[in-house]
């Protein structure tokens, strides 16, 4: 049992640092993405298509928040504008580096993968649902 726990611990280390180094990204992402009125103006520029959409919808968000008020609230799902993506697309690629963290736990797996004499392909033969208790069995 102490094998799982030490690769619990690993890698909760693992993300728990990714995530660390995150918050130490967040002034430099924000200088250069949110508060540079050039980028801003740049950005707005790039997604101006949006600007409709965006006004249209400042009275439908208040709308929202008075149905919320009332316990009216439905679930609209509409799609992000270019400008809400391009957002995310700073947050995920730049500040939280999610294809780091991804590339940091592959790693971490597949060196354990291979110390423990298996293949990737036998791991994910493995990870099928009909077979997690075999899985469940072998980390113990």
């Keep these: ?19 660390n180094q995150a918050r130490d990204r967040i002034d430099s992402v924000c200088v250069e993405h949110f508060f540079s009125l050039r980028a801003v103006t740049r950005r707005h520029w790039t997604y101006r298509k ?7 919808a400042v ?15 439905s679930r609209e799902v509409r799609q992000p504008s270019g400008k809400e993506r391009a957002l995310a697309d700073i947050v995920t690629r730049e500040l939280l580096q999610l294809d780091g963290l991804s590339e940091k736990l592959n790693t ?11 293949t990737v392909d036998q791991l994910s033969r493995f990870l099928d649902k009909d077979n997690a208790r075999l899985v469940e069995g072998w980390l113990q």
Aim: glycine share 6%; charged share 25%.
């Design 1 to 19: 049992m102490d094998n799982v726990t030490d690769h619990k611990t690993a890698l909760e280390l693992l993300i728990v640092e990714h995530f």
């Design 108 to 118: 971490y797996l597949e060196i354990e993968v291979s110390e423990a004499g298996l």
């Design 59 to 73: 009275p439908r968000a208040g709308w929202s928040l008075v149905k919320k008020s009332v316990g009216k609230a």
């Design 50 to 56: 949006d600007i409709p959409q965006d006004i249209a």
